[in-house]
C-alpha cells in the first residue's frame, strides 16, 4: 500500500495528512498519543480510528475485504 502526502484544493501539501493509493485518506492527530483517524474514499468524516501505521493497514484492508 503506497501512501502520498494529501494535498489541498489549491495544491499544497497539508500537513500530517496523508492518502493511499486506493483513496483512503490518513490523518496524525496527537491527543497526548499519536492517533489516526482513517476516512474512506469520497467520506466527509472518519469511520475508524487506529494507534499506528500498521494498524491503519490492518484496518483498510478488512475495510476493502467487507465493501468488495
Known sequence: MKWAPKRN?????QQ???ITD???TVAE??????RYPIT???G????????DRDEVI???KQDQATTA
Open 9 to 13: 484544493r489549491d495544491g499544497q501539501v
Open 16 to 18: 500530517n495528512c496523508w
Open 22 to 24: 486506493s483513496g483512503y
Open 29 to 34: 492527530c496527537r491527543l497526548p498519543e499519536a
Open 40 to 42: 474512506r474514499p469520497g
Open 44 to 51: 466527509e468524516l472518519p469511520f475508524a480510528y487506529a494507534k
Open 58 to 60: 490492518a484496518i483498510i
